[in-house]
Nanobody, 123 residues
Framework: QVQLVESGGGLVQAGGSLRLSCAAS?????????LGWFRQAPGKEREFVAAINWNGVITEYTETVKGRFTISRDNAKNTVYLQMNSLKPEDTAVYYC???????????????WGQGTQVTVSS
């Protein structure tokens, strides 16, 4: 059974940083899949945040986090990360990681979602 488990969320002041991790288990050939981070704020739909392709060379970001967030992966540890700097109150949301159906850094077409981790940015 595939499991994705996020960690690293918490409460931080505006301008601060957090590093989210997502560890995968039960997923064969982890290194062949693209991975992504999404978020959902209260009362809003889930939105794409960042994605990374199978070998970590190609990344994609939503416009609002470009230059502040960095996605990376460690295939030896079956883990994907999201480094979040210069956090803003509008970044407050539950953050989810997910596995892409393919190997690309996709903005859609994901399966195997984690349970989410709360990120709260105070002003």
């Amino acid at each position: 059974q595939v499991q994705l488990v996020e960690s690293g969320g918490g409460l931080v002041q505006a301008g601060g940083s957090l590093r989210l991790s997502c560890a995968a288990s039960g997923l064969r050939f982890f290194s062949t899949y693209g991975l992504g981070w999404f978020r959902q704020a209260p009362g809003k739909e889930r939105e794409f945040v960042a994605a990374i392709n199978w070998n970590g060379v190609i990344t994609e970001y939503t416009e609002t986090v470009k230059g502040r967030f960095t996605i990376s992966r460690d295939n030896a540890k079956n883990t994907v990360y999201l480094q979040m700097n210069s956090l803003k109150p509008e970044d407050t949301a539950v953050y989810y990681c997910a596995r892409a159906r393919g190997s690309d850094a996709s903005t859609a077409g994901y399966t195997n979602w984690g349970q989410g981790t709360q990120v709260t940015v105070s002003s």
